[in-house]
């Protein structure tokens, strides 16, 4: 399932490793991370499977999950999104 990313506009692959079923929308307001600029929209299944910008609000709270700051920095540090999810599974 593709999508575009709220931030950076540029089309998008889900790869997650919280739900592996992969042909399946995420959770409405489930946080997404984009490869291509690290940028944090929140998937918005009411408007047909796309993201959305997180209000500031929503933004200090995510970044206040430990989990999301994680996911976040091996985001960046990885070579491929399946790198990143491989690390990210095997995270505490
Ligand atoms: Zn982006």
Do not use: F, K, Y
Not at 80 to 85: I, K, Q, W
């Amino acid at each position: 399932m593709d999508h575009n990313c709220a931030v950076c506009g540029r089309p998008q692959q889900l790869v997650d490793g919280a739900q592996p079923n992969l042909n399946e929308a995420p959770t409405d307001g489930a946080v997404m991370i984009c490869w291509r600029c690290n940028g944090i929209s929140l998937w918005d299944g009411a408007s047909h499977g796309r993201t959305r910008l997180p209000t500031s609000e929503e933004l200090t709270e995510i970044m206040a999950d430990p989990d999301v700051r994680a996911a976040l920095q091996i985001s960046t540090t990885s070579s491929t999104p399946s790198e990143a999810v491989r690390r990210i599974n095997r995270a505490p």
